[in-house]
């Protein structure tokens, strides 16, 4: 298994969303650094910036205000220095259109967030598993 210490980017305007999503990692022990943005365009503009520290991972929302989650996969897979970079799409939307639109743009994954806390901590699992360090329990 492949370890880092990187940080992860969450990329999510929901204030709740992005609580729950920190509080799930930590129950999980992972212990990587989570740098928090509330759009595509402030997103890109920390990826793009040499002083910021490249994430291991970017877990990303789609409908958010300014620049949106297909938008922001359309700039960062289309940046030679960015494609790379491992994006897993937690989003609310089961639209067919936004899943197809992800793949397309070479998303690691594409996961629905459930409304349960306990169901939203197991989707958080394979993230760990692939991409971040955890400490054992």
Known sequence: MRVTNKPI???EDDQVDMMTVIRALKQIHVTNRVVHLENGEDALNYLRDE???KPCIILLDLNMPIMNGIEFLQAAK???QLRRV???VLTTS???HDKLNSFNFSV???MSKPVDYQQFVEVMRPINAYWTISEMP
């Open 9 to 11: 980017l969450l990329v």
């Open 51 to 53: 002083k910021s520290e």
């Open 78 to 80: 289309g940046d030679e």
């Open 86 to 88: 491992p994006v897993v």
């Open 94 to 96: 089961d639209e067919q």
């Open 108 to 110: 690691a994954g594409y």
